[in-house]
């Protein structure tokens, strides 16, 4: 059946410069409607008869940093499974957790250390985490495979990995296996692809590679934390996983990877949120504090000058600098000072500073943020607490620096993009040799963070809580960003198949999409 839309009048008076006499008004008042008969609903080339989804969070429906039923059935993929279902789709299932609560319990309790807890929500002052307990199992028989096979936290080569789904594995240290693939998988030796590609599917959406850069960057650049995945590792990752389905014959869309420094994350904590009084300040900037630490850069910058070798030994010259101004500049960089007021930076350690503990044991490698660098979220509820209880002169972020995990330094940050840039070149190269839609995420994601994207009558932007794209963890989309994403797939999969979901008027009202779960949906 034919879709109609109905332009009011009202909504176009400029179509009253177009009326060439007093008759054409006339009409104008008596019909107040315009009729815009828009196009049936078809394929195009597509077959969307099996719809199987590969992936990682984005694809399974993470949001408010966990896994729960409501935002399963808020994923990008069963928003697009229900549109593909008008053009012949058949059904598309997914590996419901148990709640509403989100988190995974194992052998009947959560992890210690809070990892897999429950969902979060907003407790008027920011993020907090639901006072609940999860009811999902991990340990728990398996569901089976799923149309919907997007695992939080897997990186590219997980999806070809055969332990991944193993119980067993989930005990090792370090574990080797996700839990959320376990809970799901075929056979403990199964693979995440293998498990999509049994299902015979005739169109897929591949979403991957985010994970390769994204658990180095929420570490804060640590690299005993995560590392970024080699860029050979990627590559034949992707070629292997796109390889196979050639050989299936499938049609699909492929996604690349955001810049993580679009992301609220990285972009909500400012580097400067320490607020002090005259008495504080004076005693941080004494001899007593960083006084000494200040003074001990002036007595090595003086050391080093008059001693050229070690001098070009701690700072080789480059084509732009001298030794000498090299570390005349780095010294200065490393100064740490307070006032009395708000606006201090915290006080991080930088593993790029040169390392002058040889010279003075004291000169440990840490500096006052700036603007150039990225606070991870969770800084926002680390900064300001003590590392003795009960004791003001060990304030972290203050009297004690944030440890690197806290921070990604614009050197971590160029890292990441680089690696970046490299993965979605690779990307891009593997949807046009597979023939696939491809969806240029990291533009999109670029648009939420330089004024918002605009979708039918609402403007998205990336600021956490009240931008509407992101949900309280700052990585994952909210229900309302999912739908944004899935009408951009849908722009895409026309363009590349000739359906026509866009010209149909069949894209998805983003507004039909909530920004965020009520504490009593449990």
Same mark, same amino acid.
């Given at each position: 059946?034919?879709?109609?839309?109905?332009?009011?009048?009202?909504?176009?008076?400029?179509?009253?410069?177009?009326?060439?006499?007093?008759?054409?008004?006339?009409?104008?008042?008596?019909?107040?409607?315009?009729?815009?008969?828009?196009?049936?609903?078809?394929?195009?080339?597509?077959?969307?008869?099996?719809?199987?989804?590969?992936?990682?969070?984005?694809?399974?429906?993470?949001?408010?940093?966990?896994?729960?039923?409501?935002?399963?059935?808020?994923?990008?993929?069963?928003?697009?499974?229900?549109?593909?279902?008008?053009?012949? @789709?058949?059904?598309?299932?997914?590996?419901?957790?148990?709640?509403?609560?989100?988190?995974?319990?194992?052998?009947?309790?959560?992890?210690?250390?809070?990892?897999?807890?429950?969902?979060?929500?907003?407790?008027?002052?920011?993020?907090?985490?639901?006072?609940?307990?999860?009811?999902?199992?991990?340990?728990?028989?398996?569901?089976?495979?799923?149309?919907?096979?997007?695992?939080? @936290?897997?990186?590219?080569?997980?999806?070809?990995?055969?332990?991944?789904?193993?119980?067993?594995?989930?005990?090792?240290?370090?574990?080797?296996?996700?839990?959320?693939?376990?809970?799901?998988?075929?056979?403990?030796?199964?693979?995440?692809?293998?498990?999509?590609?049994?299902?015979?599917?005739?169109?897929?959406?591949?979403?991957?590679?985010?994970?390769?850069?994204?658990?180095?960057?929420?570490?804060?650049?640590?690299?005993?934390?995560?590392?970024?995945?080699?860029?050979?590792?990627?590559?034949?990752?992707?070629?292997?996983?796109?390889?196979?389905?050639?050989?299936?014959?499938?049609?699909?869309?492929?996604?690349?990877?955001?810049?993580?420094?679009?992301?609220?994350?990285?972009?909500?904590?400012?580097?400067?949120?320490?607020?002090?009084?005259?008495?504080?300040?004076?005693?941080?900037?004494?001899?007593?504090?960083?006084?000494?630490?200040?003074?001990?850069?002036?007595?090595?910058?003086?050391?080093?000058?008059?001693?050229?070798?070690?001098?070009? !030994?701690? !700072?080789?010259?480059?084509?732009?600098?001298?030794?000498?101004?090299?570390?005349?500049?780095?010294?200065?960089?490393?100064?740490?000072?307070?006032?009395?007021?708000?606006?201090?930076?915290?006080?991080?350690?930088?593993?790029?500073?040169?390392?002058?503990?040889?010279?003075?044991?004291?000169?440990?490698?840490?500096?006052?943020?700036?603007?150039?660098?990225?606070?991870?979220?969770?800084?926002?509820?680390?900064?300001?607490?003590?590392?003795?209880? @009960?004791?003001?002169?060990?304030?972290?972020?203050?009297?004690?620096?944030?440890?690197?995990?806290?921070?990604?330094?614009?050197?971590?940050?160029?890292?990441?993009?680089?690696?970046?840039?490299?993965?979605?070149?690779?990307?891009?190269?593997?949807?046009?040799?597979?023939?696939?839609? !491809?969806?240029?995420?990291?533009?999109?994601?670029?648009?939420?963070?330089?004024?918002?994207?605009?979708?039918?009558?609402?403007?998205?932007?990336?600021?956490?809580?009240?931008?509407?794209?992101?949900?309280?963890?700052?990585?994952?989309?909210?229900?309302? @960003?999912?739908?944004?994403?899935?009408?951009?797939?849908?722009?895409?999969?026309?363009?590349?198949?000739?359906?026509?979901?866009?010209?149909?008027?069949?894209?998805?009202?983003?507004?039909?999409?909530?920004?965020?779960?009520?504490?009593?949906?449990?």
């Amino acid at each position: 059946m034919k879709n109609i839309k109905y332009l009011l009048l009202s909504a176009v008076l400029i179509g009253f410069t177009a009326c060439n006499d007093e008759e054409d008004f006339e009409e104008l008042l008596d019909n107040p409607t315009n009729e815009v008969v828009l196009p049936e609903l078809t394929a195009g080339s597509a077959d969307f008869s099996t719809y199987v989804a590969i992936g990682n969070s984005l694809t399974a429906g993470f949001t408010d940093n966990a896994l729960f039923i409501a935002g399963q059935e808020n994923s990008m993929p069963n928003m697009l499974s229900q549109k593909f279902a008008l053009l012949g @789709g058949g059904t598309f299932t997914q590996p419901l957790m148990e709640d509403n609560i989100g988190g995974l319990l194992f052998g009947g309790s959560q992890n210690e250390d809070g990892s897999f807890g429950p969902r979060l929500y907003f407790d008027g002052s920011g993020p907090a985490s639901l006072p609940a307990m999860s009811s999902t199992e991990a340990f728990a028989p398996s569901l089976g495979s799923q149309n919907n096979m997007g695992v939080p @936290g897997a990186a590219s080569f997980h999806l070809l990995y055969d332990g991944y789904g193993n119980p067993a594995n989930l005990v090792t240290d370090p574990p080797t296996a996700n839990p959320y693939f376990v809970r799901m998988a075929s056979d403990p030796s199964a693979t995440i692809l293998g498990d999509a590609l049994a299902q015979q599917p005739t169109f897929v959406s591949l979403w991957i590679g985010n994970n390769d850069v994204l658990n180095y960057a929420t570490s804060g650049g640590d690299q005993n934390e995560a590392a970024i995945t080699p860029q050979l590792t990627f590559e034949g990752s992707i070629d292997a996983i796109i390889g196979a389905l050639q050989t299936a014959n499938v049609q699909g869309v492929m996604a690349n990877i955001p810049y993580v420094t679009t992301i609220p994350h990285f972009t909500t904590v400012p580097h400067n949120p320490v607020p002090l009084d005259a008495t504080t300040a004076g005693f941080l900037n004494s001899a007593s504090a960083y006084g000494a630490y200040n003074g001990g850069l002036d007595g090595t910058l003086a050391y080093l000058i008059a001693n050229p070798t070690q001098l070009a !030994f701690f !700072f080789p010259p480059t084509d732009e600098m001298t030794s000498e101004e090299l570390a005349t500049a780095e010294m200065a960089r490393r100064k740490i000072y307070f006032s009395e007021g708000s606006g201090n930076a915290v006080v991080i350690m930088d593993e790029d500073l040169t390392d002058l503990t040889a010279i003075n044991p004291a000169l440990v490698s840490m500096r006052q943020a700036t603007e150039d660098d990225l606070l991870v979220l969770p800084a926002s509820s680390f900064i300001g607490t003590e590392a003795v209880p @009960g004791n003001p002169t060990t304030v972290n972020g203050v009297a004690i620096p944030l440890a690197d995990k806290w921070v990604l330094t614009p050197q971590e940050q160029d890292e990441i993009k680089t690696a970046t840039d490299n993965f979605n070149i690779k990307l891009e190269a593997a949807a046009t040799s597979a023939g696939f839609a !491809f969806v240029d995420a990291n533009s999109l994601m670029s648009q939420l963070d330089n004024g918002g994207y605009s979708d039918g009558n609402f403007i998205l932007t990336s600021s956490l809580v009240t931008g509407g794209a992101f949900s309280l963890d700052g990585v994952h989309p909210t229900a309302r @960003g999912y739908a944004l994403l899935a009408n951009e797939f849908m722009k895409k999969i026309d363009e590349t198949y000739d359906s026509n979901f866009e010209a149909s008027g069949n894209l998805l009202d983003i507004g039909n999409y909530p920004t965020n779960y009520p504490t009593t949906l449990q």
